[in-house]
């Protein structure tokens, strides 16, 4: 057992570090902390960033523009990013469009869409779930048809993250009815700006904009489109999920809150919160941080490999987890302003704009239930934790 | 980061765990000689003392396996506390009377006796009293709760000489040394212990002050860190087990196992011991910093974390066994009781809370 991180790794996280201090623009990282959803012009400039400095695709082969960093560095890497509030940058096309082209893409997807996909050119949106697929992903019902050259879309997706500033989607749709359902399915990427799609915008708790339906009405894709072999959508979806084992664990996000909450708790108390309340708050901020520790270690087991029978099981955990504790982290930011959080907030308000800060609102307010509330979407997409609990069960104790 | 066992660790835990599954019924006494025989008595302490210089991880690696076969032998507390306690002496420059050979050897076993009545959590405000007289050393006071004491040949005292801690070796059969034995909750020996002006010679006062402190600190962390080693391991093996009665028990015609709810219930057991384990090894880990607060700070945090995640995975193993679950004859609800008595020894999560809020005194106040 080797129970810390090597010299080499120490440096690494130094070096991602510095590079944040000095590449990550502090209006953007401001804009990020606060905890609206950010747009695609907000986060372009640290994409840019990133790609200057060859670290925008660290997932990725080497060979397609990867970094080449162990799992240990890229989820160093993932944690200082978070903790600096830097925004999460084009995550469809990055973590899913660019490894599923790198591994089962022809060698012409693969040039018409890596280099503009690196470059932040090229925005991608989800297209996998459906009205009436939701957890059960092997439902989808999106129908194609073959005609010549080309593939005709017909079908609805819903909770289409980002659908709105996407310039494509990868969808997932049916190609075939024969054999089990989960056997007839395949990638398209589809053009957001082809004719025959539409976007309805889907407002949601938080109060923000960025979940979408979309309605797919005889829209015509090139047949080259389709990535890798027709049916083979399942197997694509598997390798995503199995290589992104503990994306959802948001170590660095509950980082963020972390560091964050004693700064916050100090100004709330010299606004006048009375310091009984104050002690309870930080006892259960001490508390959440040992959980967030534990949670770290569990993560850093996953990465490490340690016993790959429990991975599967481990990685389920560690979701379920992350979305628990982002909400509870979120929470306690919303206890701590107490009032403060009634008044419904947008990101144009501050206390000296046109729309300004209802009174009794302090600089701290704008962003915590808009964030808290969209945390629960954590405990939902990438498989409920429901089904995580199931996952973990069946492959733990089912026989 | 590497938390693949290595193979001496592998054999030392394959060995605990039958060889402990065997010798339930074993006295203690027997135990003590199979510990010794096994080469566990010499894990805590350096080759130079007839030790096998064995890792804080290949001590954690034991007494998950002490745990999971809710062993009753007072190893952590006669074993390796003491030597513990030693071992912080001696790197402060301390010489001892080769009390880490005795027990590398397994000649005799050492309580360590530190809680009183009153300041039973406080630390530090000792009532006990070493005195000197023209005829010698006197010691005066009472220990509570010393585990395995009474089964003991010798006993590490904490007291206060003019001001400073001091650590004071007694042997039980010494003049003026009282001991009531009783068991805890779950089944282990315990002793008060009183000394009335028990004579100590010169020799068995060990040592006095600053270096007495910072070896009760230090081994106390580490005593703390493998009773949360211990819980993983009972917490382990009470899942282990509720999983194997949910696949056997038959209602309303099928098993619960094939109930959601229980499913889940299980998952979440999981969950619970999965990060119970991660703590212990961020703790392990923490063990790596020079500085002593820092790694009594993580023990603080790692007991607060286990002793929850034990409470919730042996509480829900005995809900999920029915009624079977609340009687004696079943083995589930004694790793309950195991972790009732771990959660309050050497300080509970509200007092260990306590201690890692201190860090934070600069914001609330």
Redesign the interface.
Not at chain 2, 1 to 6: E, G, K, Q, T, Y
Not at chain 2, 274 to 279: D, L, P, T, V
């Given at each position: 057992m080797e129970l810390e991180f090597t010299a080499q790794e120490q440096a690494f996280e130094e070096e991602v570090q510095r590079f944040l201090a000095d590449a990550l623009p502090p209006s953007l990282a401001a804009k990020e902390a606060q905890g609206f959803h950010l747009h695609r012009e907000d986060v372009a400039p640290w994409h840019q960033a990133l790609w200057r400095q060859g670290w925008i695709a660290p997932g990725w082969p080497q060979r397609f523009g990867g970094t080449g960093w162990s799992p240990m560095e890229r989820f160093l890497f993932e944690r200082a990013c978070g903790v600096a509030n830097a925004p999460e940058v084009s995550l469809i096309a990055l973590s899913m469009v660019g490894p599923v082209l790198c591994e089962f893409g022809s060698d012409a997807l693969r040039e018409r869409f890596l280099e503009p996909i690196r470059r932040g050119d090229l925005w991608f949106c989800q297209g996998f779930s459906e009205p009436e697929a939701g957890s059960d992903l092997a439902a989808v019902r999106c129908r194609t048809r073959f005609e010549g050259d080309s593939i005709v879309l017909n079908g609805h997706k819903i909770w289409t993250t980002d659908a709105h500033m996407a310039d494509y989607m990868i969808c997932l749709a049916r190609t075939s009815d024969a054999g089990r359902p989960r056997e007839g399915l395949s990638m398209i990427l589809l053009p957001m700006d082809a004719p025959g799609v539409w976007v309805r915008p889907i407002a949601t708790l938080d109060g923000d904009h960025h979940i979408n339906e979309v309605f797919l009405e005889d829209v015509v894709v090139p047949r080259e489109n389709l990535v890798g072999e027709v049916n083979s959508g399942w197997a694509q979806a598997r390798y995503l999920l199995g290589r992104e084992r503990t994306h959802n664990a948001y170590v660095g996000m509950l980082r963020r809150y972390l560091a964050r909450f004693p700064g916050l708790l100090q100004r709330q108390l010299a606004a006048g919160l009375d310091g009984r309340v104050a002690e309870g708050l930080l006892r259960d901020h001490v508390q959440l941080s040992l959980d967030v520790e534990a949670h770290e270690w569990s993560v850093l087991r996953l990465l490490a490999d340690e016993e790959s029978s429990q991975l599967r099981a481990g990685a389920s955990a560690v979701k379920v987890r992350g979305s628990e504790l982002l909400l509870k982290a979120s929470e306690l930011e919303v206890m701590a302003l107490g009032s403060q959080v009634i008044p419904a907030m947008t990101p144009a308000m501050t206390p000296t704009t046109a729309q300004p800060l209802p009174a009794g609102a302090g600089a701290d307010a704008p962003g915590r239930v808009t964030q808290s509330l969209y945390w629960r979407a954590a405990a939902i997409f990438g498989g409920t934790n429901e089904i995580q609990r199931g996952i973990i069960y069946s492959t733990l104790f089912h026989r | 980061?590497?938390?693949?066992?290595?193979d001496e660790?592998r054999l030392l835990r394959d060995t605990a765990r039958r060889v402990l599954a065997e010798a339930t019924g074993t006295s203690t006494d027997a135990s003590w000689v199979q510990f010794r025989e096994l080469g566990w008595t010499a894990l805590p302490i350096d080759e130079a003392h007839d030790g096998l210089g064995g890792s804080l991880?290949d001590l954690a690696f034991l007494l998950e396996e002490l745990g999971r076969a809710r062993c009753q032998v007072p190893y952590l507390e006669c074993c390796v506390m003491p030597a513990m306690l030693l071992k912080g002496l001696a790197s402060r420059g301390v010489a001892e009377p080769d009390l880490l050979g005795v027990l590398a050897r397994g000649e005799q076993h050492l309580g360590v006796a530190v809680e009183e009545r009153s300041a039973a959590e406080s630390g530090g405000d000792f009532s006990t009293r070493l005195t000197a007289t023209p005829s010698g050393f006197r010691l005066a006071g009472e220990k509570l709760l010393v585990v395995g004491g009474a089964g003991c040949e010798a006993l590490l005292v904490v007291a206060v000489a003019d001001g400073e801690t001091c650590l004071v070796c007694v042997p039980l059969d010494a003049v003026g040394v009282r001991i009531r034995g009783y068991s805890a909750v779950d089944g282990r020996e315990l002793a008060d212990i009183e000394f009335v002006d028990v004579p100590v010679p010169e020799a068995a006062v060990l040592a006095r002050g600053a270096a007495v402190d910072e070896a009760l600190v230090e081994a106390g962390a580490i005593a703390l860190t493998l009773q949360c080693a211990d819980l993983v391991g009972a917490m382990e093996a009470s899942m282990e087990m509720t999983?194997e009665y949910?696949?056997q028990r038959q209602q309303f015609g099928q098993k619960l196992?094939s109930f959601?709810a229980l499913?889940?219930g299980?998952?979440?057991l999981?969950?619970a011991c999965?990060?119970?384990?991660?703590?212990l090894?961020?703790t392990?880990?923490a063990f790596?910093q020079a500085d002593v607060s820092l790694r009594r700070r993580a023990a603080s945090?790692c007991k607060?974390?286990v002793a929850a995640c034990a409470r919730q995975v042996t509480g829900m193993a005995v809900q999920y066994h029915g009624a079977l679950g609340m009687t004696t004859e079943y083995a589930v609800g004694h790793y309950l009781r195991r972790s009732i008595v771990a959660e309050q020894l050497f300080g509970n999560a509200h007092h260990h809370?306590a201690v890692?809020?201190a860090?934070?005194a600069g914001?609330?106040?």
């Open positions: - | 980061m590497d938390f693949r066992i290595s660790q991880v999983a949910l696949q196992a959601q499913q889940h299980m998952a979440d999981f969950i999965n990060e119970a384990r991660s703590m090894y961020r392990l880990s790596g945090g607060v974390k809370l890692c809020l860090d934070h914001v609330a106040k």
